[in-house]
């Protein structure tokens, strides 16, 4: 079997960040707090709509409820987000043709 080679991220300070001073902290229950990363602590991925990939549901209202979702939390997770950027951009664009 292959050696699994590790991310080129994994490791390094920048894809993770704990606020554990943060009247909030966690703001999501977890089970293992000293690997909540709070570096996406306002997702990204919230944008892609039912495209991003987390735990979410619709309200009644229509509103996107994250309140479940770790998938920004993850330490593991830094390369999924990052990962996803280029849609974010893309949506963003598609959304401008719309309105334009």
């Not at 570096?39 to 990204?44: G, I, Q, R, V, W």
């Not at 009644?60 to 849609?87: A, L, W």
Request: hydrophobic fraction near 25%; aromatic fraction near 16%.
């Amino acid at each position: 079997m292959a050696e699994q080679k590790e991310p080129y991220w994994a490791g390094k300070a920048y894809a993770f960040f704990s606020h554990k001073d943060c009247e909030f902290f966690p703001c999501h229950p977890t089970q293992h707090p000293e690997d909540f990363n709070c570096l996406f602590c306002y997702c990204p991925l919230y944008a892609l709509g039912s495209k991003c990939g987390g735990n979410f549901r619709y309200t009644e209202s229509g509103i996107k409820d994250c309140s479940q979702c770790m998938v920004p939390h993850k330490r593991e997770n830094y390369g999924y987000i990052t990962g996803k950027f280029q849609e974010i951009v893309d949506k963003m664009a598609e959304d401008r043709e719309k309105a334009d």
